[in-house]
């Protein structure tokens, strides 16, 4: 008899959520399971927002070690929070099918909205966020926000603010999806919002057969054009970068997005192509951007955000 498979999770309601949707599939298929909680920095130091570590992955770094070292045998995580780059050891085991990519606003009335003169405040810890809204409404005010998905929904609650922005796929996932919200359509999601993603050693065979499984191909080919477009821009979950790839029928839609840190400068690409050609699309369209003036405009996000 197998030993179960450890998997670890940050201990977040969502991300128990989300570690609990793999244990019963995997139990479902004849796999015993047990989950492992951890706490990673990103949870732990709440008190400015994630751009300002100057790292990437740092929800994921935590799970790595773990896994490394022998604690656990595979990790679940929102894929949006994964590095391109996983660590030498670690690789991709499946995508799960993926859920609403979309952006929210939650609000407390949306008269601002319609006043180009408001000088409304909104909530975001997301630097691509930030970014889009500004684009859209430069004359608002954006703070800070992170925290759990129940501990920003209470902030909101408790503020002055007008509204906060919060990924549909989290709130939906464990029943938080208020009345007051706002579909934002016109904002391009972080690359492979709403994916979940199970990583695995690379040298235990007996997991990655396990986890293959649960894998969802269409899901698995959007998020991995949407993740080297962000790659080829050399961006982390630190830069104003957003992919979206959909499938429909047999031809692919795809919306990047580079922006300025304050929102002035957009640089974007659209694109419709044949699902055949899915291989390197994502590269190609980051280059598309950077020889369109992205390389100077990531420099100067790098700069910005190093000051």
Request: glycine share 8%.
């Amino acid at each position: 008899m197998k030993q179960p498979i450890r998997i670890g999770t940050r201990d977040s309601e969502l991300a128990m959520w989300q570690a609990k949707t793999v244990s019963r599939a995997l139990e479902k298929i004849g796999y015993q399971t047990e989950l492992i909680p951890v706490k990673s920095q990103g949870d732990i130091v709440l008190d400015k927002p994630l751009y300002e570590f100057g790292i990437t992955g740092i929800f994921t770094k935590t799970l790595d070690l773990a896994m490394l070292n022998g604690t656990i045998d595979i990790a679940v995580h929102s894929m949006k929070d994964v590095p391109t780059a996983l660590p030498e050891g670690i690789i991709e085991g499946a995508v799960l099918k993926r859920a609403e990519p979309l952006d929210l606003l939650l609000h407390k009335g949306t008269d601002f909205m319609d006043d180009p003169q408001s000088r409304a405040v909104i909530a975001t810890g997301s630097l691509r966020r930030r970014a889009q809204w500004l684009h859209q409404f430069p004359n608002h005010e954006l703070v800070s926000l992170r925290g759990n998905l129940n501990t920003r929904l209470e902030k909101l609650k408790q503020s002055n603010w007008n509204g906060a922005i919060f990924a549909a796929a989290g709130l939906e996932r464990i029943n938080l999806t208020p009345r007051s919200y706002i579909g934002l359509d016109w904002m391009v999601p972080a690359p492979a919002q709403g994916a979940m993603l199970v990583v695995v050693k690379e040298s235990d065979p007996y997991c990655q057969q396990a986890v293959q499984h649960l894998n969802h191909p269409e899901s698995a080919t959007c998020v991995a054009i949407e993740r080297a477009f962000l790659r080829e821009l050399e961006g982390g979950c630190t830069a104003p970068i957003g992919a979206l790839a959909r499938i429909d029928g047999r031809q692919i839609q795809f919306h990047g997005a580079l922006f300025s840190v304050d929102g002035q400068q957009k640089l974007e690409v659209k694109k419709t192509f044949p699902l055949q050609e899915a291989e390197g699309a994502g590269v190609r369209f980051a280059q598309e951007i950077l020889e369109a003036g992205g390389r100077q405009l990531m420099q100067e996000i790098k700069a910005a955000i190093k000051k």
